[in-house]
């Protein structure tokens, strides 16, 4: 079998893979709606498609963790070039075909080595002994010729998300794939160290490797692939060679309809309602951490907080959703210092809390949609008597929310496990605005979430905005935060930079914070010496 | 006598040895399934099989060795239902376990008085003699404390080396380590969670069951009700202890063998001011000791306990 | 190829339905080790419904053994609902046993509407207090309780014999290890003349049925489900998960604990170290087969009662092991186990077929 990493001595494009008319169901939700594809050696193929569009299911039927209800999918052969038919179901089989998966949660062991998560499972497993010099070499190979460099012998849980990431794509070559397939590569990268992704991808297809890269992103699609699959609803609505690509035409078959697009108008802030001041927690890991960080959120903004996955969002979160006191420093809410922090004395103060993780943390799956509407207040008198819970009185207020957020369920008394994911976060939305709070914290609102469900919480939390609330949106999504935000401050390995206003983002500036850079001093908006212009 | 004294003789040594042995086997076989991210609370069934198993083949005339592997057998037929129950099924680890010891060790007492229903004291066998190497068992302190016990023993020891070179040298380990840490990145290589897995709490399981046949095959000679009395629990408190390294099951069950055996010498020194229960108890507090101890660090297989189904990710 | 899809919403019949088919499933299984005992099979069988059914007496025996299976399957039912793995039952259950007998068998003499009342408190209480350290260690240090609450039992059981040897030795008793008995108006009366079946029985349904509202109607109860079905989500809503443990641990070290209380002052009259043939262990059982519910318990207390006094009366007259019942209420937990897999996933066998 000849080496991934051999230049191809071929000029015309072979075909790799042929996907022919995959369908999937699941119960009445049809995923894949008999869906064509072609990939060719050497190139880069973009999947394009919003949340919900089929793009995943797509990917795992091809890698052998579905099977497909009809249609084939066909691979070359390594040696002879012609296609032939995979069996379904087997990813022992994707494998050998060689094809590789990145997946978007990496499936890597952390308490082995990167090299260990290579070579494992492609040696016998019956042996007395691990033989590595074989294995290194390779991999030295291959990391030189394609710029792949990361430290083997480092457990994984020591690397970096993009070292990880690296150690992934080495896994797929390793085992000589032919065919690389990456599901959402960039979601957990700077700016920057995508665009060394895509210089790394470029490489490899030179060299003859096929990549699949499934996303959502049109810039980032434009920019690394060849040619461009759209899917919408489980069908695929276009293809075309990215040369010839139309950034309108392309958004319009992605979405499919007309989505409102919300509109910030100007407000001026208001009063004070969140003030963190020189706090630090330290949890002796990075993504739990924070140095040292000030923030200030007012009356009738939005604060949005930048910044790649894992560089303390989570300890912010978690100290303004009232779960985690600080080290050092002091939160001022409503210009009171915080003592006692305590999630229930949180929301019962007026702060709406959107978790990050919507199914872990924002919703319990067996109790009943009214239940998990009700969660943060049964203890008030509203909803209880002498300690027996009210339920008439529960039932009402699901049955107005259900109402007004458009909860889509079978019922107030329908498990809540029964809810797509657009219908939970409508159902917290419904569970923590309808108290008309006064600050709003809001992490991640929006991922995953399909374009309507998207659009219906940017429109609620502008709503909430205008409504004079305080919001502090964290997200990943650059978009997200350009559209929404009045400010914006970036996250960098548990430090805060100082807060930008709206109109002076640059976007590349943005992604550089992110990765680290500190903000030229003459840009930054500092508060202390009088607020945005 | 002087703490120091007792603690300078190769017989309390030799002793401390003999107390660690099945539990050496115990927390083996316990880290062994954990490692694959599989809680075995059936060990404590598990022990009572392989000691009922073990000592009534060779009662019945199977030899020695034939009842090791009788008792090997027998854990791992109860492990394998508990592969079964708690990885493709993936039903709670807790209460499939509680399940396998209630079954375990009511088949094996059921079993024992089918077979022996009107004996009032139990037949004896005759055990693993203390072995008597030339040379070595002569050895000043550590031929008496250490090649003077029995083959199981002897087994016990191999059994940490090679359960080392296994989990740390080999493919195998390598596959069972990542399996107790992130399912998928097996799956996602081409090995199966679920034959891993199933795989190493029946090898787990059959280890721990020989600990429970050196009780009645070595240690003693006959089978009692209620012989093994909270040894498998120790061993899973051990294991935490031992932080599912081979190495340190072995420390952690030879500081309890010695404590234990350190314990009954203080016995019979000031046995006469406190009473006895209170040195019986040692044990049991000891072991939630050793788990108070390594709390704040102890660094749990990512995986144990938690359920993984074909596909998932 | 077998493959597993999820079931969103079980039917009732499922729900319900396969507890009681595992529970005979188990019984059904105990056909092998009877055999391999070289019994006869349906009279075997016949013995064992006429010796916990067949009589008025054997009906009183029956409904004696399922009181304290009553209690400690409430108590392992609240704990498992909030995923607290107590495993500790039996040695709570002989705290309670022996605070009863602390206070009832003489230091204090009351009528019985008053005496009733103190011990039974002081057996829950004990039961509680048995739990405390367990919950530290997990809540402060994250010490798996499964282990801690298991190896307080030995702990236990070693502290009553060392107790029953010392301070509360019966000086009547010519040595044997047993305590003082208890005083008469600390007794639970019996609730039919010369039958054994006492107030215990009333005491056991009670609870049942108060725990049912409790976790069903109660802000707390609110808060336990909430906690045992995703403690993350309870907690990012405002709910003191580790107040809600400590509430937990309470209540089921208190019904193990009553559990003890009911046995000596109601079946046994004095503590001994054989007060348990492992009631403690049983009721996890009685609660895995009522799926956790409250009432479900008195069912499943029922059936597991029915299967040791139907197989001891077996036993006698055949002589086949009583160890059968543990046998069976061993395999019928097991069975309910795979049979709760079965409620949350339909099986498929073979591959699905393409249409067209």
Redesign the interface.
């Given at each position: 079998m000849s080496s991934a990493a051999t230049p191809s001595t071929e000029t015309s494009p072979q075909l790799l893979l042929k996907l022919a008319a995959i369908t999937k169901r699941f119960g009445p939700l049809i995923a894949n709606d008999a869906i064509d594809l072609d990939v060719h050696r050497g190139e880069i193929v973009a999947l394009l498609g919003e949340n919900g569009a089929g793009k995943t299911t797509l990917m795992?039927i091809l890698f052998g963790?579905?099977?497909a209800?009809?249609g084939a999918v066909m691979v070359a052969g390594a040696d002879d070039n012609i296609l032939a038919t995979l069996e379904p179901?087997a990813?022992?089989a994707a494998?050998?075909a060689g094809i590789g998966?990145v997946?978007q949660?990496f499936?890597?062991?952390?308490?082995?080595t990167g090299l260990?998560?290579i070579?494992?499972?492609?040696?016998?497993?019956?042996?007395?002994?691990?033989d590595r010099t074989k294995a290194r070499a390779k991999l030295d190979h291959l990391m030189s010729g394609s710029g792949l460099n990361v430290d083997l012998n480092q457990p994984v849980h020591k690397l970096t998300v993009g070292e990880k990431q690296r150690v992934e794509i080495l896994?797929a070559l390793y085992r000589d794939a032919r065919l690389l397939v990456l599901d959402e590569p960039t979601a957990v990268l700077t700016p920057q160290e995508a665009d060394s992704l895509f210089a790394i991808l470029r490489k490899l297809a030179a060299t003859g490797l096929a990549v699949i890269i499934i996303a959502h992103k049109l810039a980032e699609v434009l920019a690394v692939s060849h040619r461009i699959a759209i899917l919408r609803g489980g069908k695929k609505v276009g293809e075309m060679t990215t040369d010839q690509a139309d950034r309108r035409s392309i958004a319009e078959l992605m979405v499919g309809r007309d989505v409102p697009i919300s509109k910030r108008r100007e407000r001026t802030p208001g009063a004070e309602v969140i003030s963190l001041h020189n706090i630090t927690i330290d949890r002796g890991d990075a993504r739990r951490s924070l140095h040292n960080v000030s923030l200030l959120a007012r009356e009738g903004e939005i604060l949005g907080i930048a910044g790649v996955s894992g560089n303390g969002q989570a300890a912010l979160a978690q100290l303004i959703?009232?779960?985690d006191r600080p080290d050092s420093g002091t939160v001022e809410i409503f210009g009171e210092p915080v003592t006692k922090f305590?999630?229930?004395?949180?929301?019962?103060n007026g702060i709406a809390?959107i978790?990050e993780d919507r199914h872990?943390?924002?919703?319990?799956?067996?109790?009943t949609v009214a239940?998990n509407i009700a969660?943060?207040d049964?203890?008030s008198r509203d909803y209880?008597k002498f300690?027996?819970?009210d339920f008439d009185a529960i039932r009402k207020r699901a049955e107005h929310a259900i109402a007004d957020y458009d909860v889509r369920c079978p019922g107030p008394d329908a498990?809540a496990?029964?809810l797509s994911g657009g219908n939970i976060q409508k159902l917290i939305l419904a569970r923590v605005l309808e108290k008309s709070p006064k600050l709003i914290l809001a992490n991640q609102p929006s991922r995953g979430l399909d374009v309507g469900a998207q659009s219906e919480v940017h429109r609620r939390l502008l709503e909430a905005r205008e409504g004079g609330a305080a919001v502090i949106l964290i997200s990943e999504d650059l978009d997200e935060l350009l559209t929404l935000s009045d400010q914006i401050a970036v996250i960098h390995a548990g430090h805060v930079s100082p807060v930008i206003a709206a109109g002076d983002i640059d976007r590349s500036e943005l992604g550089l914070m992110m990765a680290g850079q500190k903000k030229n001093e003459h840009n930054a908006d500092t508060r202390a010496a009088g607020g945005p212009a | 006598m002087e703490i120091i004294d007792i603690l300078l003789t190769a017989n309390f040594w030799a002793a401390a040895l003999r107390i660690a042995t099945p539990l050496i086997f115990g927390v083996l076989g316990a880290l062994i399934c954990e490692r694959a991210g599989v809680l075995n609370l059936g060990i404590e069934g598990i022990f009572t099989a392989g000691a009922m198993a073990g000592w009534m083949a060779v009662w019945l005339g199977a030899g020695l060795w034939g009842g090791v592997l009788v008792a090997a057998l027998a854990g791992g037929f109860f492990g394998l239902i508990h592969a079964i129950l708690t990885v493709p099924l993936g039903l709670s680890q807790h209460v499939s376990g509680i399940g396998v010891t209630l079954l375990a060790t009511s088949l094996s007492y059921f079993t024992y008085r089918t077979a022996l229903p009107d004996v009032t004291s139990p037949p004896r066998i005759i055990p693993f003699q203390p072995l008597d190497i030339p040379i070595l068992s002569d050895l000043p302190f550590i031929g008496p404390a250490l090649f003077s016990q029995t083959a199981l023993t002897m087994l016990a020891l191999v059994m940490v080396f090679v359960t080392g070179w296994v989990l740390y040298r080999t493919p195998l380990g390598l596959a069972i380590r990542a399996v107790g840490d992130n399912p998928s990145a097996v799956e996602a290589q081409g090995l199966s969670v679920y034959a891993l897995r199933i795989g190493a709490v029946v090898a787990g399981s059959a280890l721990m069951a020989v600990g429970g046949a050196f009780l009645t095959m070595s240690a003693f000679d006959a089978f009692f009700f209620g012989m093994i009395n909270g040894r498998g629990w120790v061993c899973i408190a051990l294991t935490v202890f031992a932080s599912w390294r081979p190495g340190k099951a072995l420390l952690g069950a030879l500081l309890f063998g010695a404590f234990d055996a350190f314990q009954v010498r203080l016995q019979t020194e000031v046995g006469a001011f406190l009473p006895s229960q209170v040195f019986l108890m040692m044990p049991y507090l000891l072991s939630i000791a050793a788990l108070i101890i390594v709390a704040r660090k102890a660094d749990y297989p990512k995986a144990l306990l938690v359920p993984w189904f074909k596909g998932q990710r | 190829m077998i493959r597993f899809e999820p079931r969103t919403n079980p039917s009732a019949f499922l729900v319900y339905g396969v507890p009681v088919m595992a529970a005979a499933f188990a019984i059904i299984l105990a056909a092998i080790p009877l055999s391999l005992a070289g019994a006869p099979i349906l009279p075997a069988y016949g013995l064992m419904i006429s010796g916990a059914f067949g009589s008025l007496f054997s009906i009183s025996e029956m409904l004696t053994r399922a009181t304290p299976l009553i209690l400690t399957g409430l108590a392992a039912a609240i704990a498992f609902r909030a995923k607290l793995w107590n495993i500790g039952a039996e040695g709570q259950l002989y705290m309670g046993a022996m605070a009863a007998v602390a206070v009832g068998s003489g230091v204090i003499d009351a009528p019985s509407y008053i005496m009733i009342p103190v011990i039974m408190l002081a057996g829950a209480a004990a039961g509680a207090m048995m739990l405390i350290g367990p919950i530290i260690m997990k809540t402060r240090l994250g010490v798996d309780e499964v282990v801690t609450t298991l190896l307080l039992n030995f702990i236990v059981l070693l502290f009553v014999q060392m107790m029953l040897e010392g301070a509360l030795k019966d000086p009547m008793s010519m040595g044997w290890p047993q305590s003082e008995p208890i005083i008469d108006s600390a007794i639970l009366p019996p609730l039919l003349e010369r039958m054994r079946v006492h107030l215990g029985l009333i005491i056991a349904l009670i609870s049942a049925f108060a725990l049912a509202i409790f976790v069903k109607r109660t802000v707390w109860g609110f808060e336990i489900r909430a906690v045992g079905e995703n403690a993350a989500a309870a907690k990012f809503s405002g709910i003191s998960v580790t107040k809600t443990m400590v509430l937990v641990a309470m209540l089921s070290g208190g019904l193990a604990g009553l559990a003890g209380v009911s046995e000596v002052a109601g079946t046994r009259g004095y503590l001994a170290t054989d007060l348990s043939p492992g009631y403690g262990y049983a009721g996890i059982v009685v609660a895995m087969l009522a799926r956790l519910s409250p009432i479900g318990v008195i069912i499943s207390a029922l059936f597991v009662a029915s299967v040791f006094v139907g197989a001891d009366s077996m036993s006698r007259a055949i002589g086949v092991s009583n160890y059968l019942a543990d046998l069976i209420v061993a395999m019928s937990l097991l069975c309910v186990l795979i049979g709760g897999f079965l409620t949350r996933f339909k099986i498929h066998f073979g591959r699905q077929k393409s249409a067209g």
């Amino acid at each position: 079998m000849s080496s991934a990493a051999t230049p191809s001595t071929e000029t015309s494009p072979q075909l790799l893979l042929k996907l022919a008319a995959i369908t999937k169901r699941f119960g009445p939700l049809i995923a894949n709606d008999a869906i064509d594809l072609d990939v060719h050696r050497g190139e880069i193929v973009a999947l394009l498609g919003e949340n919900g569009a089929g793009k995943t299911t797509l990917m795992n039927i091809l890698f052998g963790h579905y099977v497909a209800d009809e249609g084939a999918v066909m691979v070359a052969g390594a040696d002879d070039n012609i296609l032939a038919t995979l069996e379904p179901g087997a990813p022992q089989a994707a494998l050998d075909a060689g094809i590789g998966m990145v997946h978007q949660h990496f499936t890597l062991a952390e308490n082995l080595t990167g090299l260990d998560n290579i070579v494992l499972g492609t040696e016998p497993i019956f042996r007395l002994r691990r033989d590595r010099t074989k294995a290194r070499a390779k991999l030295d190979h291959l990391m030189s010729g394609s710029g792949l460099n990361v430290d083997l012998n480092q457990p994984v849980h020591k690397l970096t998300v993009g070292e990880k990431q690296r150690v992934e794509i080495l896994k797929a070559l390793y085992r000589d794939a032919r065919l690389l397939v990456l599901d959402e590569p960039t979601a957990v990268l700077t700016p920057q160290e995508a665009d060394s992704l895509f210089a790394i991808l470029r490489k490899l297809a030179a060299t003859g490797l096929a990549v699949i890269i499934i996303a959502h992103k049109l810039a980032e699609v434009l920019a690394v692939s060849h040619r461009i699959a759209i899917l919408r609803g489980g069908k695929k609505v276009g293809e075309m060679t990215t040369d010839q690509a139309d950034r309108r035409s392309i958004a319009e078959l992605m979405v499919g309809r007309d989505v409102p697009i919300s509109k910030r108008r100007e407000r001026t802030p208001g009063a004070e309602v969140i003030s963190l001041h020189n706090i630090t927690i330290d949890r002796g890991d990075a993504r739990r951490s924070l140095h040292n960080v000030s923030l200030l959120a007012r009356e009738g903004e939005i604060l949005g907080i930048a910044g790649v996955s894992g560089n303390g969002q989570a300890a912010l979160a978690q100290l303004i959703a009232g779960l985690d006191r600080p080290d050092s420093g002091t939160v001022e809410i409503f210009g009171e210092p915080v003592t006692k922090f305590d999630a229930h004395q949180f929301a019962q103060n007026g702060i709406a809390r959107i978790p990050e993780d919507r199914h872990h943390d924002g919703m319990i799956g067996s109790m009943t949609v009214a239940e998990n509407i009700a969660i943060e207040d049964v203890r008030s008198r509203d909803y209880q008597k002498f300690g027996f819970l009210d339920f008439d009185a529960i039932r009402k207020r699901a049955e107005h929310a259900i109402a007004d957020y458009d909860v889509r369920c079978p019922g107030p008394d329908a498990p809540a496990r029964l809810l797509s994911g657009g219908n939970i976060q409508k159902l917290i939305l419904a569970r923590v605005l309808e108290k008309s709070p006064k600050l709003i914290l809001a992490n991640q609102p929006s991922r995953g979430l399909d374009v309507g469900a998207q659009s219906e919480v940017h429109r609620r939390l502008l709503e909430a905005r205008e409504g004079g609330a305080a919001v502090i949106l964290i997200s990943e999504d650059l978009d997200e935060l350009l559209t929404l935000s009045d400010q914006i401050a970036v996250i960098h390995a548990g430090h805060v930079s100082p807060v930008i206003a709206a109109g002076d983002i640059d976007r590349s500036e943005l992604g550089l914070m992110m990765a680290g850079q500190k903000k030229n001093e003459h840009n930054a908006d500092t508060r202390a010496a009088g607020g945005p212009a | 006598m002087e703490i120091i004294d007792i603690l300078l003789t190769a017989n309390f040594w030799a002793a401390a040895l003999r107390i660690a042995t099945p539990l050496i086997f115990g927390v083996l076989g316990a880290l062994i399934c954990e490692r694959a991210g599989v809680l075995n609370l059936g060990i404590e069934g598990i022990f009572t099989a392989g000691a009922m198993a073990g000592w009534m083949a060779v009662w019945l005339g199977a030899g020695l060795w034939g009842g090791v592997l009788v008792a090997a057998l027998a854990g791992g037929f109860f492990g394998l239902i508990h592969a079964i129950l708690t990885v493709p099924l993936g039903l709670s680890q807790h209460v499939s376990g509680i399940g396998v010891t209630l079954l375990a060790t009511s088949l094996s007492y059921f079993t024992y008085r089918t077979a022996l229903p009107d004996v009032t004291s139990p037949p004896r066998i005759i055990p693993f003699q203390p072995l008597d190497i030339p040379i070595l068992s002569d050895l000043p302190f550590i031929g008496p404390a250490l090649f003077s016990q029995t083959a199981l023993t002897m087994l016990a020891l191999v059994m940490v080396f090679v359960t080392g070179w296994v989990l740390y040298r080999t493919p195998l380990g390598l596959a069972i380590r990542a399996v107790g840490d992130n399912p998928s990145a097996v799956e996602a290589q081409g090995l199966s969670v679920y034959a891993l897995r199933i795989g190493a709490v029946v090898a787990g399981s059959a280890l721990m069951a020989v600990g429970g046949a050196f009780l009645t095959m070595s240690a003693f000679d006959a089978f009692f009700f209620g012989m093994i009395n909270g040894r498998g629990w120790v061993c899973i408190a051990l294991t935490v202890f031992a932080s599912w390294r081979p190495g340190k099951a072995l420390l952690g069950a030879l500081l309890f063998g010695a404590f234990d055996a350190f314990q009954v010498r203080l016995q019979t020194e000031v046995g006469a001011f406190l009473p006895s229960q209170v040195f019986l108890m040692m044990p049991y507090l000891l072991s939630i000791a050793a788990l108070i101890i390594v709390a704040r660090k102890a660094d749990y297989p990512k995986a144990l306990l938690v359920p993984w189904f074909k596909g998932q990710r | 190829m077998i493959r597993f899809e999820p079931r969103t919403n079980p039917s009732a019949f499922l729900v319900y339905g396969v507890p009681v088919m595992a529970a005979a499933f188990a019984i059904i299984l105990a056909a092998i080790p009877l055999s391999l005992a070289g019994a006869p099979i349906l009279p075997a069988y016949g013995l064992m419904i006429s010796g916990a059914f067949g009589s008025l007496f054997s009906i009183s025996e029956m409904l004696t053994r399922a009181t304290p299976l009553i209690l400690t399957g409430l108590a392992a039912a609240i704990a498992f609902r909030a995923k607290l793995w107590n495993i500790g039952a039996e040695g709570q259950l002989y705290m309670g046993a022996m605070a009863a007998v602390a206070v009832g068998s003489g230091v204090i003499d009351a009528p019985s509407y008053i005496m009733i009342p103190v011990i039974m408190l002081a057996g829950a209480a004990a039961g509680a207090m048995m739990l405390i350290g367990p919950i530290i260690m997990k809540t402060r240090l994250g010490v798996d309780e499964v282990v801690t609450t298991l190896l307080l039992n030995f702990i236990v059981l070693l502290f009553v014999q060392m107790m029953l040897e010392g301070a509360l030795k019966d000086p009547m008793s010519m040595g044997w290890p047993q305590s003082e008995p208890i005083i008469d108006s600390a007794i639970l009366p019996p609730l039919l003349e010369r039958m054994r079946v006492h107030l215990g029985l009333i005491i056991a349904l009670i609870s049942a049925f108060a725990l049912a509202i409790f976790v069903k109607r109660t802000v707390w109860g609110f808060e336990i489900r909430a906690v045992g079905e995703n403690a993350a989500a309870a907690k990012f809503s405002g709910i003191s998960v580790t107040k809600t443990m400590v509430l937990v641990a309470m209540l089921s070290g208190g019904l193990a604990g009553l559990a003890g209380v009911s046995e000596v002052a109601g079946t046994r009259g004095y503590l001994a170290t054989d007060l348990s043939p492992g009631y403690g262990y049983a009721g996890i059982v009685v609660a895995m087969l009522a799926r956790l519910s409250p009432i479900g318990v008195i069912i499943s207390a029922l059936f597991v009662a029915s299967v040791f006094v139907g197989a001891d009366s077996m036993s006698r007259a055949i002589g086949v092991s009583n160890y059968l019942a543990d046998l069976i209420v061993a395999m019928s937990l097991l069975c309910v186990l795979i049979g709760g897999f079965l409620t949350r996933f339909k099986i498929h066998f073979g591959r699905q077929k393409s249409a067209g």
